[in-house]
């Protein structure tokens, strides 16, 4: 899952709801979503501020946490995995300095195996 569809998931609001809620066209939130462009990790780092000052997060995201969150995406796509919700649990607790993205990478991949044999 990406950045800016992680952010919009904890509000429950529509794309365009959130849209609006951040005053830019909804067609950035979808293309921004779909990959088809990705927003600077300024923007993203912006937004995380904005919703935790208005309650929707406890923690703005970093650049650090941002970055960690594309490179884990980039690993993903190359290597054709896709988030399940329990991963998305476990990626929290990576950009959180909980597990390493190592250990992450390595649960996805035990994950996918196991969905694989089933």
């Known amino acids: 899952m ?18 609006t809620y951040l005053g830019i066209p909804v067609a950035n939130i979808q293309h921004w979503e779909q990959g088809v462009t990705a927003p600077p990790n300024y ?8 919703m935790k000052y208005d309650g929707y997060i406890k923690n703005a995201l970093s650049p650090q946490q941002i970055d ?9 796509a190359i290597e054709k995995l896709t988030l399940e919700e329990k991963d998305v649990f476990e990626l929290e607790k990576m950009v959180k300095g909980e597990i390493t993205r190592e250990e992450y990478q ?13």
């Open 2 to 19: 990406n950045a800016i569809k992680e952010l919009r998931s904890t509000t429950k609001m529509s794309q365009n709801k959130f849209a």
């Open 106 to 118: 390595e649960r996805l991949k035990e994950n996918y195996l196991i969905n694989a044999r089933s």
């Open 68 to 76: 960690t969150i594309r490179q884990t995406e980039a690993t993903l």
């Open 43 to 50: 923007l993203i780092s912006l937004i995380s501020r904005i």
